[in-house]
């Protein structure tokens, strides 16, 4: 895992590191990227392409598009019109440290970049990168993340049902982590049922990550998450606690992590870190 | 050129109509693209595909997605913290109409769709589709259209050269209008020699645009324009005429008029229509 975390982290760094934009741009989107993060899209999209193939160059471009535009939707989310958040991986946002301007621009930029990026492979075929063009536009477009963070934003103050809180999860995180799944998969050689499978794994991984944000919100560490806790109290957001109350929602979180064992166990592949996964995402503290 | 306008105007509202999107959001983008504008880079495009080829129906989703960018290019420069305007094409800009969220969102939407759209067409090969996103990518990215709108921000109030401001629009609006060129003519099926002949004449004509966008912005007519004049002098910009006086800006966008038709020579069609676009992009008043 954590050897996985270096391999993205360099390799995201390397790609803004050529890019060679204007300075003061390029300053901007090396400190996006320098905050580290925990990389576990795509650390999950590289070991879910491992479970089927070891030519991890081929994954290796992907797995960087991936991370780009989850950095940029962090950078938007973070925004002053948006979450307003002023710290993020324990440092200040882009907006924080540069200004409002920088931060729409990194973030319109990196989005941009990662489209680029898969076009320019040298180790993917044509087909292989409309597909993951393809996912990755779609899960985090207008029906996908897009719309997830919108519904969420005009949900503030309003209470919600547990089907409408579900929906607006896998919207805003959950199509993105089951992009990342399916492009391993898909680019790895997995059959279709096995990419059902672990789709329907992404679903339930999804959810349980979205719950233990929640309760990390609540009991979560400052220092450990690097941002602030309360802050969906502060914004009287409907979140699984406040819905369900803390014990039903550790149950649900601890429900769908057996489901995604369930799907994972379907899927007939053997790929421990997939396992893994669903504890780290179940019972992280960070 | 009014056809294609009707044409690729009832595309793109096709397009947004069909995408479905979460209620409020879908209003908002229905709204962006209602606007109208004067489409002029995606008519480029078709313009300069039927240099080469009739099968227009290969070229019409490049230019929707053309249109796109450029849509949420608009919407993310009218911001606030960019260039603070409230009105575009005669009625207030996303962010006074709805919000700054939903402005944001809209932008990062259209950019994500435009994408996703080439990826979907039935019309396009594998190979072309991946033409057309490296192309749009890297002209609206961080070395294309945002470099250039960083610049931009950054240079108000900083007296610039005359060699700077060219490479300022080149990277604002110039690259974007050469990759409707390129896109085009590739797609069309020119030659290599041609495509370089038009990717010149692309050159030239960028920078006949915005001249005559900075003299509009000191002699245009409010009612015609859709938006306030005076903005750039308010923003202390440099523009031609404040660098070079106005007489010797009008001269140096007749200059680059000859050039733009010098090149379009040079490539041995007979599409009157990208000679039009040269008298239009220098003699518009809106």
């Known amino acids: 895992m954590q050897e ?3 391999v993205i982290h360099s390799h995201v760094q390397n790609t803004i590191h050529h890019s060679a934009s204007p300075n003061g741009l390029q300053e901007a989107l090396s400190y ?21 193939s070891d030519d991890i160059k081929k994954a290796l471009t992907p797995a960087v598009a991936l991370e780009l535009i989850h950095t940029y939707s962090l950078i938007h989310d973070d925004l002053p019109a948006m979450d307003n958040d002023d710290m993020r991986r324990g440092k200040p946002t882009i907006h924080k440290k540069f200004d409002e301007s920088t931060a729409i621009l990194v973030g319109d930029g990196l989005l941009t ?9 040298s180790e993917l075929g044509a087909e292989e990168k409309i597909y993951i063009i393809h996912q990755l536009s779609k899960a985090s477009g207008i029906n996908g993340m897009i719309a997830g963070q919108f519904l969420d934003l005009r949900a503030e103050g309003e209470p919600l049902s547990e ?3 579900n929906y607006i999860h896998q919207k805003k995180t959950g ?16 059959t279709p049922p096995q990419i059902e499978a672990l789709n329907d794994y992404g679903h339930y991984l999804g959810l349980v990550f979205q719950i233990q944000d929640d309760i990390l919100d609540i009991q979560g560490d400052e220092t450990e998450l690097g941002k602030p806790i309360g802050s969906d109290v502060d914004q009287n957001k409907t979140t699984y606690p406040s819905l369900l109350g803390m014990d039903q929602a550790i149950h649900l979180r601890n ?5 995604a064992e369930e799907k994972y166990e379907k899927a007939g592949i053997n790929q421990d870190i997939l396992k893994d996964f669903i ?3 179940g019972k992280r503290t960070y």
């Open 163 to 165: 089907e409408k809180l």
């Open 113 to 121: 970049l990662a489209f680029q990026l898969i076009t320019e492979s």
């Open 255 to 259: 429900h769908y992590m057996a489901l």
């Open 175 to 190: 199509e993105l982590i089951r992009a990342a799944i399916k492009i391993g998969s898909y680019l790895g050689g997995a």
């Open 279 to 281: 504890n780290l995402f």
């Open 4 to 6: 996985k975390q270096h």
């Open 32 to 52: 996006a990227v320098s905050a580290g993060g925990k990389r576990l899209r795509p650390i999950l999209m590289l070991s879910t392409f491992e479970a089927f």
